[in-house]
């Protein structure tokens, strides 16, 4: 049975940096019942508390970040990279270990997101770009999705499966 990474957030675990949770979502759900979820914050996997600050990219692609480019800093100026990219790659390691090809993500995390994520500024603005953890799934050939996405990321199973 393919197995689908999803962030713990989405599964309704309260580990969002403000201490919330997102969802829950039916077809997360269904998935959990099936035995096909593997579950990974990746920020508290890289031994972050939560809550916790929050944290951007300037820029927002956690690409950069892997390439050493970047970095990831908290609202108070804080480095944070090395934890985000030990949790990406505790991802990454998941993926492996179980033979994952999609993952459903958190959209817009610094960590999780897909499509966009924060600039950096603090200030709600959204920019093309993928979170670190996103970034390096996608990089080993994982097809990432959102829970805005979920339809797509059915479709995606179903293919995989024939
Ligand atoms: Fe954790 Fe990712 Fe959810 Fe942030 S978006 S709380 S890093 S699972």
């Given at each position: 049975m393919h197995k689908i990474l999803v962030s713990r957030?989405?599964?309704?675990?309260?580990?969002?940096y403000d201490g919330g949770a997102s969802g829950p979502f039916d077809q997360l759900?269904?998935?959990?019942?099936e035995g096909r979820?593997?579950?990974?914050?990746?920020?508290?996997?890289?031994?972050?508390?939560?809550?916790?600050?929050?944290?951007?990219i300037p820029g927002g692609q956690g690409s950069e970040v892997l390439d050493g480019r970047a970095q990831v800093l908290t609202s108070d100026g804080e480095d944070v990279s090395g934890?985000?990219?030990?949790?990406?790659?505790?991802?990454?390691?998941?993926?492996q270990r179980h033979g994952i090809r999609i993952a459903v993500l958190k959209a817009h995390s610094p960590s999780?997101?897909?499509?966009?994520?924060?600039?950096?500024?603090?200030?709600g603005i959204k920019v093309q770009g993928a979170g670190v953890t996103a970034a390096l799934l996608a990089r080993?050939?994982?097809?990432?999705?959102s829970e805005l996405q979920l339809p797509e990321a059915a479709a995606a199973l179903a293919s995989l499966a024939q």
């Amino acid at each position: 049975m393919h197995k689908i990474l999803v962030s713990r957030c989405l599964l309704g675990h309260r580990v969002r940096y403000d201490g919330g949770a997102s969802g829950p979502f039916d077809q997360l759900a269904h998935w959990q019942a099936e035995g096909r979820v593997v579950a990974l914050c990746p920020e508290v996997a890289g031994g972050l508390p939560t809550p916790r600050a929050a944290a951007e990219i300037p820029g927002g692609q956690g690409s950069e970040v892997l390439d050493g480019r970047a970095q990831v800093l908290t609202s108070d100026g804080e480095d944070v990279s090395g934890e985000f990219l030990d949790g990406a790659r505790q991802a990454l390691a998941l993926v492996q270990r179980h033979g994952i090809r999609i993952a459903v993500l958190k959209a817009h995390s610094p960590s999780c997101g897909n499509v966009l994520t924060y600039d950096g500024s603090f200030g709600g603005i959204k920019v093309q770009g993928a979170g670190v953890t996103a970034a390096l799934l996608a990089r080993h050939g994982v097809q990432v999705f959102s829970e805005l996405q979920l339809p797509e990321a059915a479709a995606a199973l179903a293919s995989l499966a024939q």
